[in-house]
């Protein structure tokens, strides 16, 4: 997707009246917030939200842990890896409620007004907005993000493409400027723009050097958020300090928030390491994503005498729909054919896994928005139905007649009966037997590569593997560190890798970085699968423009079963609880918000506990 040329910088704040054009009076109603799904929660005059405790104690430290390194403190480039925590330092536009689903309240911006047709979006900053050194977040500030991170990211390219112009048009406000009216989405995922200040970056650095965007830099970054750059060593750890002059400290979104006066991050190149250093007390926080470990790893004293917490939590999952898989690479020739692509579901052996290494915890994923109300069910009826029939030409016909449903195993009948249309759907894909050779026209064998960010995966995908070798197929599964997993997938180097997205219960642009033809070729999307397909483009579309909730609901069900007809992941397994253990340093509130656990931003340091486990190390 091409980027639409940006408007030119207007004068400086102080000579702009003359310059600025004369907005209509029907751009709306300026707003204190904004949301995808209805009504907001919070008035104007609302003083914090109701899940945190606005007399939370403002103290103590927390340690969390990342895998694999970091190169940068510049947040916008695609390539590196920008170290963790960097949200704590910048800002965006507005701040999202975790009670309520895509709703967003001021921030940077104190308020914000859209025309009845969502072709524009102003945002009226703050006037109390203020960087770490005192200067005022500006209308320019937001212009030189915007086109910052267009110029410099592919995925902001693709994200933001609908935007046609930004302009200054007020003394603390911005307008961008759509080339397509009716989406509803592109005034609220404004609200998203990360700013970045304009003054420090084109200034020079401490060795009189100019500053550059578009560089990855160690150079301690410049922020207005409520913590700022401590120290650091390069690629191992980074700690951030709570800033005690932080300017919106008392705005209502973060009343009872960033509570740890410390936040520091370690990184770690191996899970198996960083859940010893866990148990050791290096760190606070432990994110449990395998079954085993969950089953048969918290034996130890610290879990026995109550110094660590294990706790399951599902908020998190209350918002998102999740799809979890092996992708294969359709750039690849033998990935093609979605006969192929299905063949690879028949060798997944899903109940074998969860019987044999999973201890009965997860569930099989048959769903692009698995846990949510936008899954589809059945067959398609009425609204959906009729989204259908728009594309019917351009969709697989079997979205009309058959559910999708994975394959079953779980035992070696069933697991022999898989294997057996694998090879049909092989055979019919123009692949055949030579021996125990599973091979095109020309005698070539089939094969391919799994490539893994990391150990995590191996048993899988080796199961995969023998799965398919069993049938004459050549397979192979290279593990790889995360710099150059990261390298690999970034330039479509690979074959099949295994990837997740989430999705939200409003969908809308993103579903073209996901999906899109528009995304297909650009390196840093999420169109992990290389997707260039009309009929799916179309259904994106219709998403996008749904003019209310059952339009977007029976658009998304209808993409679903698209997507899935296709056969672009092999689908696998999910758990929709979020299995946690921490050090019992930390207080939450007495009720958590609906859609997630704040940690840590609305949890606090509780004194009592802390010297109870030995304090903070």
């Known amino acids: ?10 004068a400086a704040a102080g000579g702009l009246s003359a310059a600025l054009p004369a907005y209509a009076q029907d751009e709306g109603e300026w707003r204190h917030a904004t949301s995808l799904t209805g009504e907001v929660k919070y008035a104007e005059d609302f003083a914090h939200f109701d899940y945190v405790n606005p007399e939370a104690p403002k103290a103590g430290t927390v340690r969390l842990s990342a895998q694999g390194t970091f190169d940068s403190f510049n947040p916008i480039l695609p390539e590196g890896q920008a170290a963790s925590g ?15 689903l895509y709703t967003q309240y001021g921030l940077l911006a104190e308020a914000l007004r859209y025309p009845d047709d969502f072709s524009s979006v102003t945002y009226r900053l703050d006037a109390d907005a203020r960087w770490h050194d005192g200067e005022p977040v500006t209308p320019e500030d937001v212009v030189f993000s915007f086109e910052s991170l267009v110029e410099h990211s592919p995925f902001y390219q693709s994200y933001y493409a609908n935007v046609t112009d930004v302009e200054i048009t007020g003394e603390r406000e911005v307008t961008f400027s759509f080339d397509e009216a009716g989406n509803r989405e592109l005034p609220h995922i404004m609200g998203q723009l990360l700013v970045l200040p304009k003054h420090w970056w084109e200034a020079e650095n401490e060795d009189g050097e100019p500053r550059d965007i578009g560089a990855s830099t160690f150079e301690t970054p410049m922020g207005s958020g409520p913590y700022r750059l401590e120290s650091f060593v390069p690629g191992r750890t980074v700690t951030y300090e709570r800033v005690a002059d932080y300017w919106g400290r008392d705005e209502p979104v973060n009343v009872g928030h960033y ?14 390491v960083m859940f010893e250093a866990f148990k050791a007390d290096e760190f606070d926080w432990w994110l449990e994503n395998t079954a085993r470990r969950w089953a048969t790893a918290y034996d130890f004293p610290a879990v026995e005498d109550g110094r660590i917490v294990r706790e399951e939590f599902e908020e998190p999952y209350r918002s998102a729909g999740l799809m979890f898989g092996f992708v294969p690479n359709m750039r690849r020739e033998q990935f093609a054919d979605p006969r192929v692509r299905e063949a690879l579901n028949y060798a997944f052996d899903f109940e074998e896994l969860n019987r044999t290494i999973f201890f009965g915890l997860y569930e099989r994923v048959d769903s692009y928005f698995y846990g949510s109300e936008l899954r589809h069910e059945g067959l398609p009826e009425g609204l959906e139905l009729e989204i259908l029939e728009e594309v019917r030409d351009l969709v697989p016909e079997e979205v009309f007649t058959e559910r999708y449903t994975n394959p079953v195993g779980g035992n070696e009948e069933a697991a022999r009966e898989n294997l057996r249309e694998a090879l049909r759907l092989f055979g019919e894909a123009g692949y055949m037997l030579d021996g125990n050779r599973l091979v095109d026209a020309d005698g070539n064998q089939f094969s391919f590569e799994i490539l893994l960010n990391g150990p995590l995966l191996e048993p899988i995908a080796i199961h995969l593997e023998s799965n398919l070798e069993a049938i004459g197929a050549d397979v192979s599964v290279r593990t790889v560190d995360s710099p150059q997993y990261v390298n690999r997938v970034r330039s479509r180097d690979y074959d099949v890798i295994y990837q997740s997205w989430a999705q939200s219960m409003s969908p809308g642009n993103e579903q073209r970085d996901f999906w899109g033809s528009s995304s297909a070729d650009v390196n840093s999307s999420r169109n992990y699968a290389g997707i260039s397909d009309p009929g799916v483009d179309a259904l994106i579309d219709r998403i996008i423009f749904a003019e209310d909730r059952e339009t977007l609901e029976a658009a998304s069900k209808a993409l679903d079963r698209v997507l899935l007809a296709n056969h672009y992941v092999v689908p696998s397994y999910v758990s929709t609880e979020m299995r946690t253990a921490r050090w019992n340093r930390f207080t939450h509130p007495e009720e958590l918000p609906y859609y997630a656990i704040g940690f840590p931003d609305i949890w606090w340091w509780d004194e009592e506990k802390a010297a109870a486990t030995g304090g903070n190390r």
């Open 259 to 272: 509570n740890l006066d410390t936040y520091r991050v370690e990184y770690f190149r191996d899970t198996t």
């Open 86 to 100: 960097l949200g704590l330092v910048y800002e965006t536009l507005m701040s999202s409620s975790q009670d309520e």
């Open 1 to 10: 997707m091409n980027v639409p040329p940006l408007a030119m910088l207007l």
